[in-house]
């Protein structure tokens, strides 16, 4: 069965919740698929001691104040998975799930989203799959020969699984240094490597800062300014209070990144070693992008061309949420409603006479 909508929005989490709000705004008929079984995005997947960076008025998607969370200033992952439920409910969002997109294809003067639950035809589609459905691990040399276990952020949960083990953590950003302080506080001594010093910002920067960084970076190169350096500006990581605890303890104690693994340890350029059980790769994540290849949009270096959040060489299609290249903070609860209500508004004006 093929069924026919004006737009596809293709992931349940936040940037597809706020595309879907803006979407009703503007009286579009829209359907949104998702591929988890529940409400909450990638929010559900998280390690257990993740916080937000900033405050829960501070976090809210377009419509709705995310309620705080008794006796946590920056609230925790289960909270954000709820306050996503309920929104999704409050606004009768249509979503359905699970629903598994394969591909985009272009189809006459509509495009055609290929699922494991059936085929929509679509006038528009909002691609909101954000990144971490596709974790990034460098190519370094001995990966394929170490013994023992390798995880990447995506499935690290607590310091319980590492108790008495020697853990390595790769990645000087902000979830290598939590990951780092998690386990530092949790009993386990972790080797913390970063390929080049790690920069905490100042104590009293959180989110709602590194928010207004990212807007006025973008405003200036839109208007032909310099460019500010945005969050990059300001450092790497966001001191929230675990990491805050652990460095004013001394548990906290960046090395340069290793040269390669061995069977059972990292080894550094100058000889030295340290054994390992256990690495955990905090690098980062590339964009879900696969469901659109058939599209042909991405150029040589991977990347697909946008203006805005409109691809430059797909009109009919819009990127929600990877990122400062589909709108300034995108990837965060609270700088995804600006690009969202951009986009609608955007699909809106192409898609009515």
């Known amino acids: ?34 591929a988890q079984t529940t409400p909450g995005g990638a929010w559900q997947h998280t390690w257990d001691s993740l916080r937000l960076f900033s ?23 289960g909270h954000v998975v709820d306050y996503l ?13 699970p629903v598994r997109v394969g591909a985009v294809r272009s189809e006459g003067r509509r495009l055609r989203v290929e699922t494991d639950a059936g085929t929509w035809s679509a006038r528009a589609v909002v691609s909101a799959t954000g990144t971490w459905w596709r974790p990034f691990l460098p190519a370094v040399a001995g990966r394929e020969q170490f013994a023992g276990r390798q995880l990447h952020t995506t499935g690290y ?48 920067i959180d989110g ?47 090395q340069p990144m290793f040269r390669h693994l061995t069977g059972d340890a990292v080894r550094w350029a100058d000889g030295t070693s340290a ?31 946008t203006a805005g959040t409109r691809a430059v060489d797909e009109p009919r299609l819009h990127l929600l949420g990877y990122g400062d290249w589909t709108g300034p903070a995108s ?7 600006r690009t969202a209500r951009e986009a609608a508004h955007e699909i809106a004006g192409a898609l009515r006479p």
Not at 23 to 33: A, I, P, S, Y
Not at 55 to 77: T, V
Not at 85 to 97: I, S
Request: include cysteine.
């Open 275 to 305: 054994r390992a059980d256990a690495v955990i790769w905090c690098t980062g994540f590339r964009p879900a992008l696969a469901h659109l290849a058939p599209l042909g949009l991405r150029g040589p270096r991977g990347h697909i061309a």
């Open 55 to 77: 405050p829960a008025a501070f976090s809210s998607l377009p419509g709705r104040l995310m309620p705080a969370q008794r006796g946590q200033e920056y609230p925790d992952a």
């Open 157 to 204: 949960r607590s310091p319980a699984e590492f108790a008495g083990q020697r853990v390595v953590v790769v990645g000087g950003g902000n979830s290598g240094a939590q990951i780092a302080a998690d386990l530092a506080l949790g009993g386990v001594d972790p080797t913390w490597v970063t390929r080049r010093p790690a920069r905490f910002l100042a104590d009293d």
């Open 208 to 254: 709602r800062a590194l928010f207004d960084a990212a807007t006025a970076r973008r405003r200036a190169l839109d208007t032909g300014g310099a460019d500010t350096g945005g969050v990059a500006s300001l450092g790497d990581i966001v001191a929230v209070a675990p990491v805050r605890a652990a460095r004013d303890a001394g548990l906290l104690k960046p």
């Open 331 to 337: 990837a965060t609860l609270i700088g995804v409603g």
């Open 1 to 34: 069965m093929t069924h026919a909508v004006d737009v596809v929005v293709i992931g349940g989490g936040q940037a597809g919740l706020a595309a879907g709000y803006h979407l009703r705004r503007q009286k579009l008929d829209f359907v949104v698929l998702d």
């Open 85 to 97: 439920a309920a929104y999704e409910q409050r606004y009768a969002l249509p979503v359905r799930r």
